[in-house]
Structure formats: C-alpha cells, structure tokens
C-alpha cells in the first residue's frame, strides 16, 4: 500500500514562495509517474503539475507556468513543488498523487494513491 505525505505548506504573502515535499513509501518511487493537484474551498480538485518516472518530462497547467517547478529524487522517494511568486489565487489544499502509470498524468483518473493534503494560504 502506498503511502504519501505532504509537508511545506503555510501563510505567505503575494509575491512570495514556498516549496512543498511529499514523502512517499510502499512501493518503489521510481516506477510511478506524480503528480501535484489542488482544490479550493467550494471548487473542484483540479491539475497542477505532473512529472514522469524519471523525471525527464514535466507538466504544468497555464496558471503555474514559469512560477511552479515539480521535481522529484528518487533516492529519497521524494516528490517536491517549489512554487514562486505565489497569488492570493493558489490559495487551496495541495495533494501529491501517485500515478497508475510511468509516465505524467494530466487527468485526476489516471492517479490512483493520494496524500492527505497541505494548507497553502497566499494573502494579498
């Protein structure tokens, strides 16, 4: 069975970053493509960002381009989102998925292990 956990989420202000991990363990990291997904308060779970096995592709929604970066390490079966010049619209819990596939996920179905979320709260 495997188990995700997010840390690094919090209060920030417009404008500034923070850098989310998810630990995970129960099976063997490097065989799954991840993914990060968001929901906000009364909206749906939605895409955030998506990185493959390897971590040679990745894949980022419009609203995160050039500010989000996913990454991930392997050796510590970690996966990380560093997010920069952060809005008052990222406010939302953060999920780390794991996918069904080596490959990057852009859909919520094809992900099929979740963490249980981190707060990030961006104030204007």
């Known amino acids: 069975q495997v188990q995700l956990v997010e840390s690094g989420g919090g209060l920030v202000q417009a404008g500034g970053s923070l850098r989310l991990s998810c630990a995970a363990s129960?099976?063997?990291?490097?065989?799954?493509?991840m993914g990060w997904f968001r929901q906000a308060p009364g909206k749906e779970r939605e895409f955030v960002a998506a990185?493959?096995?390897?971590?040679?592709?990745?894949y980022y929604t419009d609203s995160v381009k050039g500010r989000f970066t996913i990454s991930r390490d392997n050796a510590k079966n970690t996966l990380y989102l560093q997010m920069n010049t952060l809005k008052p619209e990222d406010t939302a819990v953060y999920y780390c998925?794991?996918?069904?596939?080596?490959?990057?996920?852009?859909?919520?179905?094809?992900?099929?292990?979740w963490g249980q979320g981190t707060q990030v709260t961006v104030s204007s």
């Open positions: 998925a794991w996918g069904t596939t080596v490959a990057l996920g852009k859909s919520i179905h094809e992900y099929h292990y």
């Open positions: 129960g099976r063997t990291f490097s065989t799954s493509g």
């Open positions: 990185i493959n096995w390897s971590g040679g592709s990745t």
